[in-house]
């Protein structure tokens, strides 16, 4: 009878710890699977996303989720996500991300950042993205440094 108590806590633990993990780790591993449909149940249906960087690439609802997944393993037929770290703050989830793998034409595909989403209902009700593609380029600090922070060298007005 032992035995039996004791497997029944174990199944009891095994569906604690499932229910239990985050939405970014649910939500990662179902990008891995390539899968746009299952994707897209991860969201609700009035969901909003934004991209503070790219302010035009604003949408709403779990059906452009569909569209631009469906895209996305189309055209990265290997994608591969890593969550590198998360945390959660009650309906509040932050993670930094790694995706990568190759476009149809063989060409490398990689992009990194960090996404910021709240959940509702056990399913992904806003999302704020930052990321971006990794860039190839040999680009030191103190370059990207005068690039972006200095004014431009010209003629004064």
């Known amino acids: 009878m032992r035995g039996i108590v004791q497997a029944s806590r174990t199944d009891a633990s095994r569906r604690y ?10 939500l990662t591993e179902t990008q891995n699977t ?18 503070p960087a790219h302010p035009g690439r ?26 590198v770290a998360h945390l959660v703050d ?7 991300l790694s995706w990568h793998g190759h476009h149809v034409d063989g060409s490398a595909f990689a992009m990194c950042g960090v996404i910021i989403l709240t959940v509702r209902d056990d399913l992904i009700s806003d999302a704020r993205l930052y990321m ?26």
């Open 17 to 26: 710890r499932r229910t239990m993990r985050s939405m970014l780790e649910r």
């Open 132 to 157: 971006e593609p990794v860039e190839n380029s040999d680009e030191d600090i103190e370059t990207a440094v005068a690039t972006l922070y200095r004014p431009p060298v010209g003629p004064s007005s």
């Open 34 to 51: 390539h899968d746009a449909e299952r994707m897209a149940s991860c969201f609700a249906e009035d969901y909003r996303s934004t991209q």
């Open 90 to 96: 009650g309906s509040t989830e932050w993670g930094e």
């Open 58 to 83: 604003a949408f709403r609802g779990r059906a452009q989720v569909l569209s631009n997944w469906t895209s996305v393993f189309e055209g990265v037929p290997d994608f591969r996500a890593e969550l």
